[in-house]
């Protein structure tokens, strides 16, 4: 994995990022400057169910002389599994996208309320509210609780957090019905995006039911998987680029970058992709 002070140039394409529009800590035009401060030439801004950081990122990127596609993470229901898919070069005003993105947005409250519900059956009271102060005006995720429950003094980390509270089985724990694959697929095409099967390594799933997964992208027309990921070492990036191989998908990059105070993660700190490959931001218009 790298480190920060790993020797790694910084990669001039980051196509995957998160502002305050979801569970990123930087509001969106300051994930832009240090994207431009980095030496990224080309991002995207994906927050998690939402577009609302998009426009503010798109006039910072200008002002800035770096290129942002509109983008979006769509939280995805795959069999009993979550998986994410990540909508690049989207139009942000597309009415089916739109209508999508409401949608996961309502679950996302109503999950929200039971999160909190549950843990405060678990005795947790002030969590709910400390999350809710946390996100501001969004919907608190479960990276807020994670948050939350670290300023309350009740779990040492976010690691813990989510170890201890917040993953399935554990009392703050509860289910939601994200929008199946081949739908959000749909949004995103019928929004003139690219789908990208993000960071495929990082699901806990067998290596058949991931096989099984990417399968179910590529067969609603998916186009890309995620190759190099800022979460993942080496490994993960052979292992990401044999699936592409595998399903004749194209190849996107991207950080996932949320918190500047979580330093192994850092916007445009990639492992290139093999030449073999294309990237999908290869077919992409360039900038006008
Ligand atoms: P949600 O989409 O609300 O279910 O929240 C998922 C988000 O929580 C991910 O995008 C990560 O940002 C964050 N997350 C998940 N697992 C962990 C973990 N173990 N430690 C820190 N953050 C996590
Ligand atoms: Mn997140
Ligand atoms: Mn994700
Ligand atoms: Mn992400």
Request: with cysteine.
């Amino acid at each position: 994995m790298a480190t920060s002070d790993s020797p790694m140039p910084a990669s001039a394409i980051d196509l995957h990022m998160h502002s305050t529009a979801s569970d990123g800590r930087l509001a969106p035009a300051a994930v832009v400057e240090r994207a431009a401060a980095r030496g990224v030439e080309l991002m995207a801004l994906t927050d998690h169910d939402t577009l609302e950081g998009v426009a503010e990122a798109r006039a910072a990127a200008r002002r800035q002389g770096i290129r942002c596609l509109p983008g979006i993470e769509l939280s995805a229901r795959w069999a009993r599994g979550v998986v994410h898919i990540v909508g690049l070069d989207i139009d942000p005003s597309h009415p089916a996208l739109v209508a999508g993105v409401a949608a996961q947005q309502s679950e996302r409250r109503r999950r929200a309320m039971r999160i909190g519900e549950r843990l405060e059956r678990a005795g947790m009271d002030g969590v709910a509210a400390r999350a809710a102060e946390l996100v501001g005006e969004g919907v608190p995720g479960r990276a807020h609780f994670a948050r939350a429950l670290v300023a309350e003094g009740v779990v040492r980390d976010m690691q813990g957090a989510f170890d201890r509270y917040l993953q399935r089985g554990r009392p703050g724990y509860a289910p939601v019905q994200w929008a199946a694959i081949e739908q959000v697929v749909r949004w995103i095409h019928a929004a003139g995006g690219v789908a990208v099967f993000a960071h495929p390594l990082r699901y806990r799933l067998s290596r058949g039911a991931l096989r099984a997964a990417i399968q179910s992208f590529v067969a609603a027309g998916g186009t890309a998987i995620e190759v190099s990921n800022g979460g993942g070492g080496r490994d993960d990036l052979v292992a990401a680029a044999a699936l592409a191989r595998r399903f004749g998908l194209c190849a996107s990059m991207g950080s996932d970058f949320h918190d500047p105070d979580f330093r192994w993660i850092e916007i445009g700190r990639l492992v290139p992709i093999p030449g073999d490959l294309t990237p999908v931001w290869a077919s992409m218009e360039p900038m006008t």
